[in-house]
Every structure is written in C-alpha cells, then in structure tokens.
C-alpha cells in the first residue's frame, strides 16, 4: 500500500493483491504488478481512509494503526527512503524515454514528500 503511494501505482485494486496458503497459514504473496502511472490519473483505485489522491505519511501510519500494522512508521520511512533511489536506479539499468522517466521521477519526488509528512 505504501510502495503503491510511493511509485503512484493507481491501479491498486483488489485484484493486485493475492494470499498464499501455506502449511502454516495465509500469508500475502509478492508483490506484482506494481507499475508507476504517469498518464495524469491522479486518484488510487483503493482509496485511503476516505481518500483516493496520494495519502500523507500521517494518514497512512493511522490506517495502519486501524488495521493493527506493527512498525508503521518505520515501514513508511523504510519505503520512502528506498523509492528515492528510483531515478538513480532507473537510470542506472538505462531506462528508455527520458521525457517519460522524468515524470515518473518527478511525481514519485511528489509523493514521497507527502509521505514524508
């Protein structure tokens, strides 16, 4: 749900998210299908809270609270500390259509300021 903020993954729906069953329980799975959307759709299609626009830090350390999410804050830095590295990486492994890759870049700077807060 952060990474998904982070990168601005809108298309987060209930279909991108499965659960394993394994011999000692349910667990998620991996994470898949996790793609920045830089066509100008702004809202999430899960939202959070009440919201579907790209949550602050503190909104979405309160959903976790709801939810009982250990370490909320520590995973929401953990996320935003490694998603800053994005355009280096992206760079890094040659990513094609810089004008592209710059939007994608900017926005994820926007969103992890908002998260940052």
Do not use: Y
């Not at 996790?34 to 009440?50: K, M």
């Not at 760079?91 to 700077?109: E, F, I, T």
């Amino acid at each position: 749900m952060v990474f998904n903020a982070a990168i601005g993954n809108v298309d987060d729906h209930l279909k991108n998210f499965w659960i394993l069953a394994r011999p000692d329980g349910f667990r998620l799975s991996p994470a898949f299908d996790l793609v920045p959307d830089i066509s100008g759709r702004g809202e999430h299609t899960l939202s959070f809270r009440q919201g579907f626009v790209c949550p602050t830090g503190a909104e979405i350390i309160a959903v976790a609270d709801e939810w009982g999410v250990a370490r909320a804050a520590g995973i929401v830095e953990d996320v935003v500390k490694a998603t800053n590295a994005f355009a280096t990486t992206a760079r890094r492994l040659k990513v094609r259509h810089p004008g592209s890759l710059q939007k994608v870049c900017a926005d994820v700077r926007r969103r992890t300021g908002l998260l940052s807060r």
